[in-house]
C-alpha cells in the first residue's frame, strides 16, 4: 500500500500495523449490550502488548467513558501512540445532537484531551457533518487547530461524494472514516477520495451482525435497550438470509470468518485502514488472529497498490465461493 495513505504516530517504531486500528464505541459500555470495563481495558492492554498502537475514540462513545479507559495505556510512552478522536456529535439528555461549530468542535477538543490524559492528539476529525453548520465552516476550525499544534493532523466522517468533491476538493490525504462493509457497500464514496482521502473503514462487521450465530441470528439475542435495535440491517430478512448461507459457506474454510472478512475489505481499492470494534479479550483475539494470517498468507499489498492487501493473492487464498458471496453482497 501506498506510504502516503499510513498515518502514524510520532514515534512509529512499533506500531506494527498502521492500517490496523482499533475502534472503541462499544468500549464505552452503552447500547452494546451487558458490559464488562475490566474486559474492554484488558482488550486495549493486550492490543498495545501486541503492538497495535492506533485507536480510534470519539466524545460521544459513551458519553465520554471510552476516552477515559483509553487514558489508561497513555500513561506511559504516549508518543508511540496513535490516537483518533472526534467532534462535533453531543449527547443532549438522551437525544444525539450535531454540536460541529468552530466554538463547539473546540470546546469539545479540550474535553477529549482532559478525558484522554493528553495535551495532543494525533488525529482531531468532524464525526459527523452538522446540517445546521457548513461543512467547510468545521473543516477551517480544524485546520486552525492543526496550525496551533494542539493536534497533528484533521480529517472528517461520514461524508457523501458530493461532500468530498465538494469541500475536500484540492485537499490531498484527508483521514475520512468510511462506514464500509460486505452488506453496506459504500464503494461510490471510497471511490470519490481517491486522492482526497485517507479511507478508513468503521464498522467492518455491521456492529458485530456480520460475525452472529448460524440461524436467522439479526436481533436474537439482543436486549431491549441495544442500539443496534436500530440498525435497519438487524432485521433485513435479505441480508439475514444471506449471512446464514455465508455462514453454511464458511464451515469448511480453514480460515476463521472474522479473518475473511477482514481480509475482504482490506483487498477493496482504496482500502486504507479498518476499525474493527471489539469489547472483549476473545474478540480481540480474533483480529490478532487476523494479522496474523494476514501475514501466513503474505497478503500485503506492494507500495504502489490502492489497497492494504493484494487483491489477487487475497482472492486466491479465500475459497472462491465465500470470495463471490462477499463480492456480491446480500
Ligand atoms: N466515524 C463514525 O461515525 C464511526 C461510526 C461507527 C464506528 N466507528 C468506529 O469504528 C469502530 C468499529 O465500529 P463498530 O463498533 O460500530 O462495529 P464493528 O467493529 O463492526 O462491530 C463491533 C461489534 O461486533 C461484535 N464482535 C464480535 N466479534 C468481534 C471481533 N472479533 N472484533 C470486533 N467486534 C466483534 C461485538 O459485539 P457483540 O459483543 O455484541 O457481538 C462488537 O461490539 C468503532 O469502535 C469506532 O471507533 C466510527
Not at 49 to 67: C, L
Not at 87 to 93: I, K, Q, S, T, Y
Not at 190 to 198: M, T
Not at 206 to 226: F, S, V
Amino acid at each position: 500500500m501506498r506510504k502516503d495513505k499510513l498515518l502514524n504516530p510520532k514515534s512509529p517504531a512499533k506500531a506494527r500495523s498502521p492500517w490496523l486500528w482499533i475502534g472503541t464505541w462499544s468500549m464505552g459500555g452503552e447500547g452494546f449490550g451487558p458490559h464488562d470495563e475490566r474486559e474492554s481495558l484488558k482488550v486495549l492492554h493486550t492490543a498495545s502488548e501486541q503492538d497495535i498502537r492506533h485507536f480510534d475514540t470519539a466524545g460521544f462513545y459513551g458519553h465520554g467513558k471510552s476516552e477515559r479507559l483509553l487514558s489508561h495505556i497513555l500513561k506511559t510512552d504516549r508518543e508511540e501512540y496513535f490516537i483518533s478522536s472526534k467532534g462535533g456529535l453531543v449527547w443532549e439528555g438522551r437525544k444525539v445532537e450535531y454540536r460541529a461549530s468552530p466554538e463547539n468542535l473546540k470546546n469539545q477538543l479540550y474535553e477529549s484531551l482532559e478525558r484522554l490524559g493528553t495535551d495532543y492528539l494525533d488525529l482531531y476529525q468532524l464525526h459527523w457533518p452538522d446540517p445546521k453548520v457548513p461543512v467547510s465552516e468545521s473543516i477551517d476550525a480544524l485546520k486552525e487547530l492543526k496550525e496551533s499544534g494542539i493536534i497533528r493532523s484533521w480529517g472528517v466522517g461520514n461524508l457523501s461524494e458530493f461532500d468530498i468533491y465538494t469541500y475536500l476538493g484540492g485537499e490531498e490525504n484527508i483521514p475520512h472514516q468510511v462506514h464500509f462493509n460486505p452488506i453496506h457497500r459504500n464503494f461510490a464514496v471510497l471511490h470519490s477520495g481517491e486522492k482526497e482521502c485517507i479511507n478508513c473503514v468503521t464498522s467492518p462487521f455491521e456492529q458485530g451482525l456480520l460475525l452472529r450465530g448460524k440461524t436467522l441470528a439479526g436481533q436474537e439475542g439482543i436486549g431491549k435497550n441495544d442500539f443496534r435495535n436500530r440498525n435497519p440491517y438487524f432485521s433485513d430478512l435479505k441480508v439475514l438470509v444471506w449471512i446464514k448461507k455465508l455462514n453454511e459457506l464458511l464451515l469448511n474454510c480453514p480460515i476463521p470468518k472474522t479473518s475473511v472478512i477482514l481480509m475482504w475489505i482490506c483487498s477493496q481499492p482504496h482500502v486504507h485502514a479498518v476499525i474493527p470494534g471489539p469489547r472483549k479479550p476473545a474478540q480481540l483475539n480474533e483480529i490478532i488472529r487476523f494479522r496474523k494470517d494476514v501475514e501466513k498468507y503474505g497478503l500485503l499489498s506492494s507500495p504502489e497498490d490502492t489497497s492494504i492487501l493484494s487483491r489477487e493473492k487475497t482472492s486466491e487464498v479465500i475459497p472462491k465461493d465465500i470470495w463471490n458471496r462477499l463480492s456480491k453482497g446480500p
